[in-house]
């Protein structure tokens, strides 16, 4: 080679070099610190560089109920034995040894070699509404509104402790890097809005030991990094850095991305890594969240009874202030909004930290629900309620004044309300004990069927394919579509 030629590729590498160095240094001055989940995960999966806003061109695959979902998830197990499952046999059976026949051999995460003796509820249950629905006084607003939730007593899951339960419950499986609902389902439909991330999540605390949710609970695993979830904060700036510099201008800031996206394009055709469509893709929601964020933050639009009705401060990091805030992503187009309260493992100190538990959350909820059906939106929004497991009908310590219950998978209570659901309805029994789920027992995967078939989505036909595998969010099984909960 000549030494002009030489000196040519060389002046090619090095430019090519400084093209790569200034996108890698550039994301700063953009703001996008807090947008690492947006950029994350080069290359992990199925790329893709359709808009955001697009749904995958064979979706839905039928008619959808609802256009978006609320997941309202009581991290750390709440107890379904004060809440939505009554069951006398405990009250007739309190303290006595719990019989050998349920335990034996089963999966009892804190309990083993201890003396299990049967624990009656902690609360007490009426029927409430015209649906007769039993649900406990810790819980007087869920009481309001029994007839606008179905409430699913014979829930089942497969891991017994907190975190490979997150995952579980997210996921459908505790393999690795595998997608979340949220994710899964904005790959598949796209979102609503162009000016804030399809997937939010917000989280809260107050109970017993609050339990660390970490962030891959909302990723995105195999499927490209722009459907992960994006985390708000719940108390402060919402995202941080997403706002301009000190004497930076929208117009100096809008030609600076627009520079950016031209080094882009030319580094994409040059590489072609598609991971790149989704750099741009960011770098654009970003600089349009400069202005979509500050308005969704600016609650000065809310009237004051919105706020007594949530019994909400705003911006003070609380559970009643996220509801407020999920309605408000709601209305903007947000596909997927979870709100994560943390503080319902009771292992101890059950009277009292339920109680907390449940004044944190249970107003919250009410006003929530009523403000989506005041704004007609709850008839297009799913709501579903629960943790990653439930608790056990035995109880944990002999001390009455600290005793607790233990994580429990074999039987335990979600809710359902909006798009369709029949409300009102109590599905599913646990056995006498409120142990095992004995008529209709719903798994999760089932609960995973359901949400996608109401969103339009057929899971069978709802796949990805990685290292040769065609992978669902349902898994490799069957489950139910729970069509009998549907009007």
């Not at 034995?81 to 019989?99: A, N």
């Not at 629905?133 to 409430?151: E, F, G, V």
Request: proline share 6%; glycine share 8%; net charge neutral.
């Amino acid at each position: 080679m000549h030494a002009t030629d030489q000196s040519d590729v060389r002046r090619a590498e090095a430019n090519l070099a400084s093209r790569r160095s200034f996108l890698r240094q550039s994301g700063v001055s953009l703001g996008m610190g807090a947008l690492g989940s947006l950029l994350s995960g080069e290359a992990r999966g199925a790329s893709t560089t359709r808009s955001t806003t697009d749904s995958l061109a064979n979706l839905p695959h039928h008619r959808p109920r609802i256009k978006r979902v609320i997941f309202l998830c009581m991290a750390g197990g709440p107890s379904q034995l004060e809440t939505f499952d009554y069951k006398p046999e405990l009250v007739r059976r309190d303290r006595e040894s719990m019989p050998a026949s349920l335990t034996a051999g089963q999966p009892i995460a804190q309990l083993q070699s201890k003396e299990l003796r049967i624990l009656a509820p902690r609360a007490k249950f009426a029927p409430c509404g015209q649906s007769g629905q039993l649900i406990s006084d810790l819980l007087p607003w869920h009481r309001k509104m029994a007839d606008d939730i179905c409430i699913v007593n014979s829930m089942v899951t497969e891991q017994i402790n907190h975190d490979p339960a997150n995952t579980f419950l997210n996921t459908g499986t505790i393999t690795p890097n595998r997608p979340s609902m949220g994710s899964w389902i904005t790959y598949g439909l796209g979102s609503e809005t162009q000016d804030l991330p399809a997937f939010v999540v917000l989280t809260s605390q107050g109970g017993r030991n609050p339990q660390p949710i970490a962030s891959r609970q909302w990723s995105s695993g195999i499927l490209p990094s722009r459907y992960q979830g994006v985390q708000f904060n719940s108390a402060g700036t919402p995202v941080h850095y997403v706002q301009n510099p000190p004497g930076v201008s929208d117009r100096v800031q809008r030609r600076l991305v627009e520079t950016v996206a031209d080094f882009d394009q030319r580094l994409l055709s040059e590489v072609g890594d598609p991971e790149i469509a989704t750099r741009v893709a960011a770098y654009e929601m970003a600089f349009r969240m400069q202005t979509a964020v500050p308005e969704l933050m600016d609650v000065s639009d809310e009237p004051q009874h919105v706020f007594d009705n949530y019994q909400a401060t705003p911006g003070d990091g609380s559970f009643a202030s996220n509801c407020i805030m999920a309605r408000r992503l709601a209305e903007r187009g947000v596909r997927f909004i979870q709100l994560y309260h943390r503080g319902w493992d009771h292992h101890d100190h059950l009277d009292k930290y339920m109680k907390q538990c449940c004044e944190l959350t249970d107003r919250p909820t009410f006003a929530l629900i009523n403000d989506l059906k005041e704004r007609g939106m709850l008839d297009d929004t799913l709501v579903i309620w629960g943790g990653e497991f439930g608790r056990t009908p035995m109880s944990q310590g002999t001390d009455l004044s600290k005793i607790g219950r233990d994580h429990h998978i074999k039987g335990f209570s979600m809710w359902l309300a909006g798009g369709g659901i029949r409300g009102g309805v109590n599905y599913g029994q646990t056995d006498d004990f409120g142990y095992n789920a004995t008529e209709n027992p719903v798994h999760i995967r089932d609960l995973h069927a359901t949400m996608l078939h109401m969103l339009g989505i057929d899971y069978q036909r709802f796949s990805v394919r990685s290292q040769g595998l065609d992978v669902r969010l349902t898994g490799v099984e069957e489950p139910q579509v729970l069509t009998q909960l549907l009007t």
